[in-house]
């Protein structure tokens, strides 16, 4: 089987190109990756001879056409994702986002190929802390941030293609992810290196918002369950029951590096900040027969506190940059 992977240059995607080539030899992978900020050369540097990688946009119709003309299946990680970027300047996330999305599906819809096109949780907007309720299937779309209005966005274009064209996709919405390759931007990364780094962990607001934290392994079995076995034209949530509040996260990492557990500060919040996420994944569990192997949080960050700790290498060139950027907007709160 021939497997366009998009954004896997990633933190997801090259997750998912590193474990594809580890356990199905029988797929041949194909990297399209524009290589923004976000990707890191180095995460497939060990795996160059076994995949082809090709450097462009998803926007482009004469990149991704010609790629999807000789694919079986494209697998859709490439987006813009990080939340505070998409609140500095909206521009890129609707770009690739939403016009990127729209590329692939013309093409998969000219060339006949299956899509499976990777989403967030964050599409259904956020839960208070004392609401019983999770996300399933059936909630009604309600995104709050330019980012993951634009992932909303292009979840319905890929239903309407279905719908409208006849063309064979499936979607998946998963929490968050941790584990490693992530960039230093996103939140447990931060923390972690910034404890290495001698900076204390930052926490928005009042630290007590939740998220449903995943190993990325998981999200990626899951992934090529749906693959493998989900219907074209459904979703399926993603998600392996750990909701924490990001301040019971930065304690931990602390204490996990041998630092004071109250060690960290209170910053600026996000603007327009959600609550709480929480994924309820029956569906996938009862329909399709998939189950985390992850299920112990505190081992999981452990390991990627441990990951982090020793692969300064893979982060430490953008480590100032980011926390440089950070700086411009987000102060201490005393
Ligand atoms: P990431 O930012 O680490 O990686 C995104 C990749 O896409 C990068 O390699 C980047 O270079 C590439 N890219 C960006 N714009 C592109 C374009 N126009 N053309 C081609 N490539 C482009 O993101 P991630 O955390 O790995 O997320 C991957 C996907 O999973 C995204 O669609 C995201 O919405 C979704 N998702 C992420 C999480 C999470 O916790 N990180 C959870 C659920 C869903
Ligand atoms: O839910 C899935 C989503 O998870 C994905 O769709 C996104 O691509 C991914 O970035 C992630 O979004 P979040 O906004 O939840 O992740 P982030 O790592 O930015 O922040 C996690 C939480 O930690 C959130 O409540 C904000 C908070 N935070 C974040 C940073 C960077 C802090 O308290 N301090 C920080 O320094």
């Known amino acids: 089987m021939r497997v366009l992977v998009t954004g896997g240059a990633g933190f997801i995607g090259a997750n998912f190109v590193l474990r594809t080539l580890a356990t199905r030899p029988d797929v041949e992978v194909t990297v399209l990756d524009k290589f923004t900020y976000a990707a890191n050369p180095t995460t497939l540097a060990p795996v160059a001879n076994r995949i082809r990688v090709v ?18 299946l494209v697998v859709n990680f490439a987006a813009e994702s990080h939340n505070d970027n998409s609140l500095a300047d909206p521009s890129s996330f609707v770009q690739t986002n939403l016009v990127g999305t729209y590329t692939l599906l013309e093409s998969v819809r000219r060339h006949g190929v299956r899509l499976h096109h990777v989403s967030t949780d964050e599409v ?21 941030s330019p980012y993951s209005s634009t992932k909303a966005g292009s979840d319905l274009l890929v239903r309407a293609w279905v719908r409208s064209f006849g063309i064979t996709a499936t979607i998946s919405n998963c929490s968050n992810n941790y584990g490693p390759y992530q960039h230093v931007e996103k939140f447990i990364p931060r923390q972690i290196t910034n404890v290495l780094t001698g900076v204390r962990p930052k926490l928005y607001g009042d630290g007590r918002n939740v998220r449903d934290w995943i190993h ?38 602390l204490e996990a590096l041998g630092q004071p557990r109250d060690a960290f500060d209170f910053v600026t919040d996000r603007a327009g900040h959600d609550r709480r996420y929480a994924i309820d994944s029956t569906r996938l569990r009862t329909e399709l027969g998939w189950t985390p192997a992850y299920t112990d949080f505190s081992a999981g960050l452990a390991a990627t506190v441990d990951w982090y700790r020793t692969h300064s290498d893979w982060w430490a060139g953008v480590k100032d940059g980011v926390e440089r950027s950070y700086a411009e907007t987000q102060q201490t709160i005393d």
């Open 124 to 144: 259904y907007g956020d839960l208070d802390l004392d609401d019983p309720a999770r996300f399933t299937e059936e909630t009604a779309y309600n995104p709050s």
């Open 216 to 253: 990325v392994d998981d999200h990626n079995d899951a992934v090529w369950t749906v693959i493998d076995r989900g219907v074209s034209g459904e979703t399926y949530l993603i998600g392996a029951d750990g909701e924490v509040d990001n301040r019971t996260v930065v304690e931990a990492i």
């Open 55 to 72: 450097r462009g946009d998803i926007a482009d119709a004469t990149v991704v056409d010609p790629l999807i003309a000789e694919t079986d």
